[in-house]
């Protein structure tokens, strides 16, 4: 009996450490003495360039409201004279 206890009671930690381990890895949470780089937005990106988010907000907006195509005109093309 005893030689049959010891292989089920290392049968059942050995389940149970396979089912808690990966739990554990996923309770790793994001903080500031985290190793692990925490996911950066543009908004974050822009910020640490200097540069001002809101106004970039105002641009992005302006160039939605106006639509895709900017109010640019092209010249009438090349220059027949130009070789």
């Known amino acids: 009996m005893a030689t049959l206890l ?3 009671i290392l049968l059942k930690f050995l389940v149970i450490t396979l089912i808690l381990v ?3 890895y996923a309770r790793l949470a994001h ?17 640490k360039l200097g540069y001002d988010v809101s106004i970039t ?3 992005r907006r302006r160039w939605l409201l106006q639509g895709a195509d900017p109010d640019r005109v092209s010249p009438g093309g090349p220059d027949p004279q130009h070789h």
Do not use: A, F, Q, W
């Not at 903080?31 to 910020?47: A, E, F, Q, Y």
């Open 31 to 47: 903080t500031k003495l985290s190793s692990v780089p925490r996911k950066m937005n543009g908004h974050d990106i822009l910020r």
């Open 22 to 24: 990966p739990s554990s």
């Open 6 to 8: 010891k292989p089920s």
């Open 57 to 59: 907000e105002y641009y």
